[in-house]
């Protein structure tokens, strides 16, 4: 007999399962034993533990057996994964079809009958063996198709890109998860879908610019960018086409990134540029222009000094005074949003602040509307220059007033808040961590959603001609910006507008809250030794001013035009109590001379005065606590009041 081993030489394992030991005998004497490696068991139960042991190439099995018949077993062996495809012949001495459909029902590949011929029994045995081996090869197949299948919807729903797959009738055949997240609609819902319907395109016309159209219209691969009129925005897209087969009509793959971050991007970065540009003109305007208010202020000072008893000439330089005083408010704004502001920031207790304010900001918003304040309980201090948080505060409380058209309502709040991720919109320096939101909120007209991006922008109002600069809410972001915060915005045409600022917390405790001194020195007075101030100013109108009232307010005054020659004035003068200097100056800035001097004099107290003090701050405008800094502008008997508190001190800090 024609062996017929396994292509690895390897023996077709037979297990015989048989209660007659006469068929059993059979089996071993008449199958080639160097084509089959035969067990046989007489016992079905035993049968059965050897099988799970070790499962076999073929298993043959008599219906008839004691303990387990040949039905159950087949059933037992059909319930395991590896008796799934096993090839299993039943023997039976019934030759009717109840007994055959009942074997099949069981589960069995074939049926033989008994009496065994086993001669020709070896190519039945021969067949199931080669069909089983060709169902386990049809089932490898089937895994790594499926497997092929997978990684290609992997990789497919991988790419980043939106990819559709259109047929020659503009239909949808397959769509990648990209492009079904940027329909915004389930990818099953796309399927079969007309392009015209993915994109609500016309029904009788394509959009222009469409590039499907245009590949089918040329044949050719096309790339081009679009606006889809859904979802809108601005797409980038390449269609392609691929050629089908002799029967079947071409395919088109288009390829879509969505643009539009990328371009919004763009446009913050230029406008982003745009106010950069603009912060440096005001910034040098707002400085060279309160040089100019310096003059008019001190000289408008003295005048007023010399008017004497005379009403009328009092009440033009009066009304001079005001005009200049509206002029620095304007410069100061300038120069908030220009992030030009020098700051001092300290741990501030921000409902105290907001109380101390109530007074002023009732009669700024009128008698028609109501102001409410809903402050936290035991509101956590923060780090922030009070006086632009509390400039900040009115101009919003400002804004308010305007966007009421009658009776209404501001509510002013504070929260103590604790983010894990930057809000979604926000401007300034949005970031996690804990803060103190300051809410301003109105019952006013809303801000429509066309002006949300140009909110902040600076000279950007909607008021009408006259009553806005267009600098309030960028002197607001500016000041926000400056000390470390950022702002949300909530508002809906006719439901009001909540300006919330997020102020971030510090673990310092507040100072206590400033109050009139008792038997101290008044302010601007010096105490009972004479104080002596080496005033540096190269402009001659402010100088001028500027030492005379520091000579009457008891001060010892040396005065120097330039650096070089306060230089020279400092080496003749042992005693030295405070340095003012301007810091923009010819040949040497106030910051040179400031270190020049503290070279041979640690520790001199330094008060510097400028229109902004660019040249001597950096990072954010936070000034070193050893400095003292006045802003231009400044009237001699402010200029006098901040001489007296830094001397009363007793030290630079």
């Not at 159209?213 to 691969?221: A, P």
């Not at 907001?354 to 035991?378: H, K, T």
């Not at 640690?602 to 000034?623: C, E, K, N, T």
């Amino acid at each position: 007999m024609e062996s017929k081993k396994e292509p690895s030489g390897r023996k077709h394992r037979l297990v015989l399962v048989d209660d007659d030991p006469t068929t059993v005998a059979m089996a071993e004497e008449m199958l080639p034993p160097e084509e089959f490696a035969l067990r046989t068991f007489t016992d079905p139960l035993a049968a059965w533990q050897a099988l799970e042991q070790e499962v076999p190439d073929l298993l043959v099995l008599d219906i008839l057996m004691p303990g387990l018949d040949g039905l159950e077993f087949c059933r037992r062996v059909r319930r395991y994964p590896w008796g799934v495809d096993l090839p299993v012949l039943v023997m039976t001495a019934k030759d009717d079809h109840a007994a055959i459909n009942a074997a099949f029902e069981a589960g069995a590949t074939d049926f033989t009958p008994k009496p065994v011929n086993w001669v020709l029994e070896v190519h039945r045995l021969r067949f199931l063996l080669r069909s089983a081996e060709m169902t386990r090869q049809i089932r490898l197949q089937e895994a790594a198709m499926r497997q092929a299948k997978d990684e290609w919807e992997r990789t497919f729903d991988s790419i980043s890109d939106g990819v559709f797959v259109f047929d020659a009738d503009c239909r949808l055949k397959r769509v990648n998860l990209a492009a079904a997240r940027m329909l915004r609609q389930p990818r099953a819902g796309l399927l079969g879908k007309n392009c015209r319907e993915l994109f609500a395109c016309p029904q009788d016309e394509c959009v222009f610019g469409c590039p499907l159209r245009e590949t089918r219209d040329k044949g050719d691969t096309t790339t081009l960018e679009w606006s889809p009129p859904y979802p809108g925005g601005r797409w980038r897209s390449t269609v392609g086409r691929v050629p089908g087969g002799e029967q079947e009509p071409p395919l088109y793959v288009f390829t879509a990134l969505d643009r539009t971050p990328w371009l919004q991007m763009e446009a913050r970065l230029r406008q982003a540029e745009k106010l950069q540009a603009i912060g440096r003109l005001a910034g040098g305007v707002a400085h060279d222009f309160n040089n100019l208010l310096s003059v008019v202020l001190t000289n408008t000072e003295l005048a007023m000094e010399m008017a004497g008893n005379c009403p009328k000439a009092k009440g033009y330089l009066e009304e001079i005074l005001r005009a200049a005083e509206r002029s620095a408010e304007l410069t100061r704004q300038l120069l908030t949003f220009a992030r030009k502001q020098p700051i001092q920031r300290r741990p501030t207790d921000l409902n105290r602040e907001i109380q101390e304010m109530r007074s002023m900001l009732q009669p700024l918003i009128g008698e028609q509307v109501e102001l409410l304040l809903e402050l936290a309980d035991e509101l956590p201090a923060v780090l922030v220059d009070p006086t632009q948080i509390t400039q900040a505060l009115t101009n919003l409380c400002a804004n308010a007033r305007d966007a009421i058209a009658g009776p209404g309502r501001v509510v002013i709040g504070t929260a103590a808040v604790e983010l894990t991720q930057p809000p979604p919109k926000a401007w300034g320096k949005p970031r996690p961590g804990r803060f103190v939101r300051l809410t301003v909120r109105d019952n006013g007209s809303g801000i429509p959603p066309e002006q949300m991006e140009r909110l902040f922008e600076p000279f950007h109002t909607t008021k009408e001609v006259g009553r806005g600069t267009g600098l309030g809410l960028a002197s607001v972001l500016g000041a926000v910006e400056q000390n470390e915060g950022f702002i949300e915005v909530e508002s809906a045409p006719g439901q009001g507008t909540a300006f919330k600022l997020h102020l971030p917390v510090t673990t310092e405790a507040p100072a206590d809250a400033p109050g009139a001194s008792s038997g101290g020195t008044p302010a601007g007075q010096p105490s009972s030794r004479r104080f002596t101030v080496l005033f540096v100013e190269d402009e001659p109108s402010v100088l001028k001013p500027g030492v005379r009232a520091l000579e009457q307010a008891g001060y010892r005054v040396l005065a120097a035009g330039t650096a070089r020659e306060a230089l020279a004035l400092a080496a003749t003068a042992p005693d030295i109590d405070l340095l003012i200097t301007d810091v923009v100056m010819p040949e040497m800035n106030g910051k040179e001379l400031c270190e020049r001097l503290r070279a041979t004099r640690p520790g001199l107290p330094v008060l510097f005065v400028s229109g902004y003090a660019r040249d001597i701050i950096a990072g954010q405008g936070v000034l070193p606590g050893d400095l003292h800094f006045l802003q231009k502008p400044f009237s001699l008997k402010t200029l006098a009041a901040k001489v007296g508190e830094i001397l009363r001190g007793g030290s630079a800090a």
